[in-house]
């Protein structure tokens, strides 16, 4: 059936450097792609998202890449903050979300 | 900005009970969702409803059933609770248009346990 494949599932990076979670999708009619960050305690709030008729998206210091070849999109964060930490989750979608397992970011101060 | 609630943060129930979540949202959404977020399963598909008084399955609908009366609103049952329902439970609405999917926008979500 249709899976979201994501990775890593945790990540420490230093503060001020880059972060990039990747994800990989099976169905190839697949055309939104969300990237979503949960906070402890709260629900997931959407970040960026990117479209099937686009390449990148780049919202200040977050970027999304969208491979439509290949069926990876990934999700680069500069210059990262303690706040960046959380959990990550990519999905893929057509009709339904598909979600990743999800990537806890820890940026280390 | 949109705004999703949902009626509890915690909540916790013996096995064998009926349980009722409650979920609102204030943007005149027509597609509402109930997800169940496990550690290492990441977000699963419960129900979902397009209108009013309707409702699909998503791709765990055992054990639960849902209701949408009102468009605002969207209500997930867990029948008789098990143990094994002990989940994070998270609502999310969308709005519908044109041919590609819309963004989901989530509630806080309710942490169910069962006893």
């Keep these: 059936g249709e899976n979201v ?7 420490s990076v230093q503060e001020g450097d880059s972060a990039v ?4 999708y099976s169905d190839s009619a697949s055309n939104y ?5 949960q906070e402890l ?6 970040i960026i998202d990117i479209r099937s008729n ?4 780049k919202d200040q210091r977050i970027a999304v890449t969208l491979n439509k070849t290949a069926k990876h999109f990934s999700l680069h ?3 990262t903050q303690p706040e960046d930490s959380a959990v990550y989750f990519c999905a893929a979608s057509l009709n339904k979300y598909i979600f ?6 820890k940026v280390l101060a | 900005d949109v705004k999703v609630t949902q009626s509890s943060r915690y909540l916790v129930k013996r096995t064998g009970e009926k349980v009722f979540l409650e979920c609102v949202q204030d943007m005149d959404h027509e597609n509402m969702f109930w997800y169940r977020q496990d550690p290492g399963l990441g977000l699963r598909l419960i129900y979902f409803s397009y209108d009013v008084k309707m409702k699909e399955k998503g791709d765990i609908p055992e054990g639960y059933s849902v209701s949408r009366e009102k468009k605002e609103r969207f209500s997930l049952i867990l029948e008789s609770a098990s143990t094994n329902q002990t989940s994070m439970y998270l609502c999310a609405s969308s709005q519908t248009s044109g041919s590609y999917t819309d963004t989901q926008y989530f509630g806080p979500g309710t942490r169910l346990t069962v006893l």
């Excluded at chain 1, 686009?54 to 998206?57: N, R, S």
């Design chain 1, 41 to 46: 305690g709260k629900g997931p709030q959407l």
């Design chain 1, 33 to 37: 792609f969300p990237w979503y960050k």
């Design chain 1, 54 to 57: 686009v390449g990148e998206k």
């Design chain 1, 5 to 11: 494949e994501q990775h890593p599932s945790t990540l």
């Design chain 1, 77 to 79: 964060i500069t210059e």
């Design chain 1, 100 to 105: 990743g397992t999800g990537t806890r970011l």
């Design chain 1, 21 to 24: 979670i990747k994800c990989t």
